[in-house]
């Protein structure tokens, strides 16, 4: 997959993001390869495209973002350390860039967004890169999608004071949970794993992400 482009949008702009990824800690190579093949300038206002590259979050809208380049690997690397996986749940569609991220790795990817124009926006950029493993819910993300659970993963990219019981309960065996957990001024990464005797939370680090809202709006 491949997005066309010149300058601040070429490939080689994008083997730069990728070489600062490797040296900020990122070892997946699926993950660095999808990375290197996703524009990201297609997933944000074209007034922003010259700076789609930097390693930094950006507005999208609606009081969201997209997320940094380095904390989107990085949650997908977590999601994947154990191997891979064939059923993914993501709660945030927001710009989609995380999404098509995830729908290259993974064989099956069911995204939930609760703004409906965002995800309406990102259905069109996916579909455009023609990534077609992907199924779309408007609605709750904090309430996830049980009708298809269980999940080998689940992937949130909005913080929440607590981990909703809801998500974990959609968690399969052995399946793997990345969400920031926290309030405003104190977030941090953590990982879930799930196994036989219950759930093991290990904790990575300060991150900031946009909170976890209850509700879906048109």
């Known amino acids: 997959m491949q997005g066309g482009g010149i300058g601040m949008t070429s490939q080689r702009t994008r083997k730069r993001l990728v070489q600062r990824l490797q ?3 990122i070892t997946n190579q699926a993950v660095l390869e999808a990375i290197c093949n996703t524009p990201r300038h297609w997933f944000i206002d074209e007034a922003l495209a010259h700076r789609a590259y930097e390693d ?3 507005p999208i809208g609606h009081n969201q973002t997209i997320s940094q380049p ?6 997908t690397e977590l999601l994947l350390a154990a191997g891979p ?3 993914v749940l993501e709660i945030g569609t927001g710009s989609g860039y995380q999404t098509a991220i995830l729908a290259q790795l993974i064989a099956r990817v069911f995204s939930v967004e609760r703004i409906q124009p965002l995800q309406d926006r990102a259905k069109e950029r996916l579909q455009s890169l023609k990534l077609r493993n992907i199924v779309f819910r408007w609605g709750d993300g904090a309430e996830g999608w049980n009708a ?3 999940y080998d993963g689940i992937i949130v990219t909005a913080a929440a004071p607590a981990i909703p019981k809801a998500l974990l ?5 052995n399946g793997r949970l ?10 941090q990464l953590q990982c879930v794993i799930r196994d036989e005797q219950g759930y093991k939370q290990q904790t990575l680090g300060n991150v900031r992400f946009v909170p976890l809202l209850n509700g879906a709006i048109r």
Do not use: R, S, T, Y
Not at 178 to 187: E, I, L, R, T
């Open 169 to 173: 309960d959609q968690l399969a065996i």
């Open 23 to 25: 040296e900020d800690g």
């Open 148 to 150: 298809l659970a269980p």
């Open 85 to 87: 996986i064939d059923k």
């Open 56 to 58: 930094i979050a950006l």
């Open 70 to 75: 380095f904390m989107v690997a990085h949650m």
């Open 178 to 187: 990345v969400m920031p957990v926290g309030d405003d001024n104190n977030q």
